[in-house]
């Protein structure tokens, strides 16, 4: 087992939280941390009930978990509520009614704001058209846009009328969204003509009109105008969303949902090639989205928060649709590139704005620190107290640098480790009591019963490396794959032989105090800047190439990225490996997937290192493409003069 998950960090400074800092925290000592962790994991159901009462419930619920059918959890199941009436109606209708909910900046400069009431009236009106195109409960509407306040609203106004969002990333080729629109059988699509990337307008229409081309189930595609860039149009179908709201009402009151009634579905690579639709339900993900953005990011009735995530990943769901609004927040919500027009883009929104939370990934921050310490330092950044981090590991070099340099060693920071699956952050700091390690994710949040365990399940001791494990059911935990219930027990419920403890596919190890250091990724699975790729999809993607024989996709180690994706092909059928193979390649799988899935290298080669049983020796070959030393056993290799030609790179 340690053999098999490094684990190489060795990292022995502390951060504790400033004396000032702890006394204004929601949790501000050791002793609270231990007294509430313990209660939440022994009487889950007495913590979690309490905490779900702070929500607006149409109906209280009676029951708090069924877990009779574990793994499928039912939380909350007699209870009814709104999502989008725990994000909106509750401060709308009460004292925050005037608060800023939404400031939002375009990247060319244009800016919006919206009180908490603007955007409830908004989101009635919007959810009023998508309910004139006879859109209703329980109907899946797959969303495609750029970071513009519609992407928000367009998610929210599928939740008041009960409609299913299914958002998909807007740098998603038209294939993938296509497949993801036919996996859902969404019946409409949001999107806009197009959006500011750098300086350019990346159109998002012509994607959506390759993506829907003889769907029989899409029967509306609603445009927002943001670029004004010239759209294809289909009589019948396409609706242009600022036409459809003339003259509409912001009368449209929130459906009442059964807290087990389905609120999104988000796409996620595994490891194999069909990326899976992970379900959320409404009323345990609301109450794990409320209760982890209040505590983790120690939410304060003035903070000003920004989470620079997309909407179209997990983060943007959880931390910045549906937690920061839940607890009334005040937010900033930014369209385009941090380094457009200059490098300091995101500084210089932090200081306009006041930013005092600031949630960012390793990647920018790794970008960042390349760019070089004046973009950040020409800018007064003394409002931020607090700075969060996510998506993968962090490395301790960077780690230092954000605080150092962004947070001018005063803001503590949150390295929050969780999943799409996991719906909310699931070990992290809590900035007022934790003392921080670099690299670290520190602690299991409230509620989280996490462990570390080997092949057969047994826990592992202090600085093994091993599986990291959930053993208990928590609120906002995914329901399931959509249309594949073998999935859903196969990939996360059958690792260990009693069927109920969950394994993320994650490597860690807990020291000695009882920290997590998470190791990355088990299965065939690469984060590359934050995004989880499927190894298996982007070979899939290759080998669906005429060219391509064979391909084998591994992740390297990347200074920037975090991982890179390097491809080992073979060709075929005549065709010369070389450079414009090598771009065709690489446009064949932005078309297939996506420009993110692009790999960083393609090595050809005749043949690949295969057991003589024909298995693919990945790990052999993420050694080389690391240009490392390889510890793999080679006896089983079928042909072992391949190796010298692979690290040859001939
Ligand atoms: C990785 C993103 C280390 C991990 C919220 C996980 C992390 C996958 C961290 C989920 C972290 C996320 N430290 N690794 N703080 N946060 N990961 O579904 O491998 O896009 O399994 O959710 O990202 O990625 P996802």
Redesign the pocket.
Known sequence: MSQRIENVLQEDRRFPPSEEFRAAARVGSEEEYRRLHQRSVEDPEGFWAEVARELPWIQPFETVLDWSEAPRARWFPDGKLNASAVCLDQHADGERAGKIAIHWEGEPGDTRSFTYRELRDEVARFANVLKARGIGKGDRVAIYMPMIPELAMAVLACARIGAIHSVVFGGFSAQALRDRIEDGDCCAVICADGGWRRGKVLPLKPEVDAACEGIASVHTVLTVRRTENEVGWTEGRDVWLHEALEGVTADCPPEPMGAEDTLFLLY?SGSTGKPKGIMHTTGGYMVGAYLSTRMVFDLREDDVYWCTADVG???GHSYIVYGPLANGATQVMYEGAPNAPAEDRFWDLCERYGVTVFYTAPTAIRAFMKWGDEHVEKHDLSKLRLLG??????NPEAWTWYRRVVGGDRCPIV???????TGGIM?TPLPGCTDTKPGS?TRPFFGVDAAILDEEGNELGANEGGFLAIRKPWPSMLRGIWGDEQRFKDTYWSKWTDGWTYF???GARRDEDGFYW?L??VDD?I?VS???LSTMEIESSLVAHDAVVEAAVVGRPDDLTGEAIVAFVTTGGGVEPGDALRQGLLEHVATEIGKLARPAEIRFTDVLPKTRSGKIMRRLLRDIAAGRESSQDMSTIEDAGVLERLRKGE
């Open positions: 996620t990943w997990i983060t981090t996510v998506g993968e590991p962090i390295d929050t480790w969780w999943q799409t699956e070990i994710a993320p596919g994650d998470i990355g990724r699975v984060n934050g995004h989880r």
